[in-house]
């Protein structure tokens, strides 16, 4: 199986300007979450999608927000992006089949955002 | 909502030594606890998981131990090898009051020295 794939791999922009990030999941995994990660920070919960809808949600401006597809794919979206934007986002896939429950969530690469 | 502390940020161990990794995560409704390592420029991977119905789970050189009453759980490496070099995450799956939730600790960097 192909693993869990995100484009642009690297991404520079200004502050103001917004972003969105792709997000290809494992074949047949519904459940899709994103993660903000910075150097001291670790990995920062932002929001997890399950069969287009968002059924979880970190502490994160609304600035953040996200979507899925039919196909799980999914997308991330930062609007008025700022310095502290600057960070690899990371996606992770699992099979998400019962809420509470916990299913194996597998990484992407990663999307390295730099806001100048 | 759940908070996981990881101790320390970093540590660095002659190879051959051992390792020990220490979490700790706030709330009791927790039930899964997963270790990722990820290498330098490549993405977080499990390495091992303990549920909290098991005080301790091994494979190979890595081992986890969960203590529920102290909410607290660890990572064991013995024999420690230079590519065993990375940074570790805890994490603590959270289940309850409708919300669903992988928390992660800030990381310890590990350095294992030839």
């Known amino acids: 199986k192909a693993g869990v794939t995100q484009t642009p791999r690297y991404l520079i922009k200004t502050r103001g300007q917004q972003v969105t990030l792709s997000c290809s999941p494992i074949?047949?995994?519904?459940?899709v979450s994103w993660y903000q990660q910075t150097p001291g920070q670790g990995l920062q919960f932002l929001f997890e999608y399950f069969s287009e809808t968002q059924r979880n949600k970190g502490n994160f401006p609304g600035r953040f927000s996200g979507r899925q597809f039919s196909n799980s794919r999914s997308e991330m979206n930062v609007s008025t992006l700022e310095l502290g934007d600057s960070a690899l986002y990371l996606c992770?896939?699992?099979?998400?089949?019962?809420?509470?429950?916990?299913?194996?969530?597998?990484f992407g690469p990663g999307t390295r955002l730099t806001v100048l | 909502g759940e908070n996981v502390e990881q101790h320390p940020s970093t540590l660095s161990v002659q190879e051959g030594d051992s390792a020990v990794i220490k979490c700790t995560y706030s709330?009791?409704?927790?039930?899964?606890f997963p270790w990722y390592k990820q290498e330098l420029g490549k993405r977080p991977q499990l390495i091992i998981d303990?549920?909290?119905?098991?005080g301790e789970k091994k494979d190979q050189r890595i081992a986890v131990t969960l203590n529920k009453t102290a909410k607290h759980f660890s990572l064991h490496i013995t024999e420690t090898q230079p590519e065993d070099s990375a940074v570790y995450f805890c994490a603590a799956y959270y289940s309850g009051a409708g919300s669903y939730q992988l928390t992660f600790g800030k990381g310890t960097k590990l350095s294992v020295i030839p």
């Open positions: 992770a896939s699992s099979l998400g089949r019962r809420s509470g429950s916990y299913n194996e969530q597998f």
């Open positions: 709330d009791s409704a927790s039930n899964y």
């Open positions: 303990i549920r909290s119905n098991v």
């Open positions: 074949s047949g995994h519904r459940s």
